[in-house]
């Protein structure tokens, strides 16, 4: 593969103190990008950081759960980088819980850090000329369970499904701005997030899972190829689409 597709491109990467985001941001990096990777412990962060190709990446603390922490974000970013490339936001949260054990503050919760952080990172992007106007990228994390239903997981698919809805609406009213907005829905990927659900689940249901994926299980760097694809010049007439990166998941 050449090592130069995102020569010189400045990317924001959320979640990136673990699992997918760190990984994009690794293989990101070796591609030439200088990266802002954004969480909320900056330890992890800095652990990323210093896996990274070059001196000029910088960790940067955000709950992207709140706009204003996101329009902060945004600010510092460009005054340390310039204009932004793309914006990688795979920085989200999964809780499994059946309707009886459900609370509101879960579904509040889990819609503030999977989707209204979506909506307002495409605001702050837009903004101020923020990003760069020769073409731009914005990625969103959804996930097969957007569209393949599970039990227990009711308010992480409907975030998952929202995000579909939302990036198609902005890359419609984005092209205008040569910013290009495209969802990546993985299957299961081996992460902490993923391990998390595995010790909630019986060794049946594990293996029910685990049979859907036709190719097994995913690994980070899985997703993080089609990130990169979407990030880079290779995608430039791709925008509203949504890649399914799952092992086969969703074709049955
Ligand atoms: N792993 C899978 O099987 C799978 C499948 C489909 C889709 N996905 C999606 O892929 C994305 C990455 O998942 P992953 O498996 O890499 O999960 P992970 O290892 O649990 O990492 C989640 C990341 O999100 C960040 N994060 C969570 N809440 C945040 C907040 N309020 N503000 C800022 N950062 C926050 C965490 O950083 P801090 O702790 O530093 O805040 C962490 O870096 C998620 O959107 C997930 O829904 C994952």
């Known amino acids: 593969m050449a090592n130069d597709l995102l ?8 979640g990136a103190s673990s699992g997918i985001g760190r990984v994009v941001a690794q293989v990101f990096s070796r591609q030439g990008a200088r990266i802002i990777a954004v969480g909320r412990d900056l330890e992890r962060l800095d652990q990323t950081v ?18 204003t922490e996101i329009e902060n974000l945004f600010q510092k970013a460009c005054d340390f980088i310039g204009q932004i490339d793309s914006v990688v936001h795979c920085a989200g949260i999964q809780k499994t819980l059946p309707l009886q054990a459900l609370k509101e503050s879960d579904f509040d919760e889990i819609f503030d850090t ?4 979506a ?11 923020r990003y760069n106007k020769d ?12 569209i393949c239903g599970e039990p227990a997981i009711s308010a992480y698919s409907a975030s998952k499904s929202a995000l579909l809805g939302l990036s198609r609406s902005i890359a419609s ?5 040569n910013i290009r907005v495209n969802c990546i829905s993985p299957g299961v990927v081996i992460t902490e997030m993923a391990e998390k659900l595995f010790s909630q689940l019986t060794s049946e249901q594990y293996q029910l899972i685990k049979n859907k994926h036709m190719l ?33 998941y969703s074709a049955q």
């Open 7 to 14: 020569k010189n491109k400045n990317v924001i990467v959320t």
């Open 50 to 67: 210093s896996s990274l190709v070059g001196t000029d990446n910088l960790s940067i603390v955000c709950d992207v759960s709140k706009p």
């Open 114 to 117: 999977n989707v209204k952080s």
């Open 119 to 129: 909506q307002f990172i495409a605001k702050s992007f837009r903004k101020n000329s």
């Open 135 to 146: 073409g731009s990228s914005l990625i969103f994390l959804s996930s097969v369970a957007s």
């Open 173 to 177: 009213e984005l092209a205008r701005n």
């Open 216 to 248: 097994g299980f995913g690994k980070p760097e899985d997703v993080a190829n089609a990130a990169l694809y979407l990030a880079s010049d290779l995608a430039i007439w791709v925008t509203g689409s949504t890649l399914y990166v799952d092992g086969g």
